[in-house]
C-alpha cells in the first residue's frame, strides 16, 4: 500500500488550537451534547462527521465542513470550506485572485462564524483565515 502526502488549502478554522491540543483531538469535545442530540435527528443515521454538513446546511450555513487534516489515522480538523487540494505529486496553480472571489461570493466568513455558532463552538477569540495543512493517508 502506497502512502500519499496531500495539500489543502482551507478557510476556517483550527479546531485543534481551539481545543489546546495540537495532538489528535476529538472534534465533538467541542460541541455540546444537546446539539450533538439535535444533530442526530436529522437523518436518523447518526454518524456526527457525516451528519454535520447537512446540519450546517439547515443553518443557513452551506458549504461549510468539518475539514480533515494531519494524518488518516490520527486526524486534527478545520471548521471550514476546503478550497483547493493538490495530490502528491500533483502541481496546482492556483490564481489567488478567484480564490479571494470565491471565498467572497460564498460569504466563507460569515458562514464559519455562524457554524461556530450554531454548533455551539467556543472559538476562544480565534477569527477565521486561511489555512494551509497536509494530509498523510
Known sequence: MSQSTDAILAYGYDLNAIAG??????FTDLIPQAIQDEIAQVDGYYDLFESIPDYLRMHDCDGVDIV?????????????????????????????????HDAV??????????AAKVLGIDVKGQTPGWLLVSMWC
Request: proline share 0%; aromatic share 10%.
Open 21 to 26: 491540543d495540537f495532538d489528535e483531538i476529538d
Open 68 to 100: 480533515s487534516h494531519c494524518s488518516c489515522e490520527y486526524a486534527m480538523y478545520i471548521l471550514g470550506f476546503q478550497m483547493a487540494r493538490a495530490w502528491r505529486g500533483d502541481v496546482r496553480r492556483l490564481d489567488l485572485n478567484t480564490l479571494l
Open 105 to 114: 461570493a460564498q460569504d466563507c466568513e460569515a458562514k464559519v462564524i455562524r
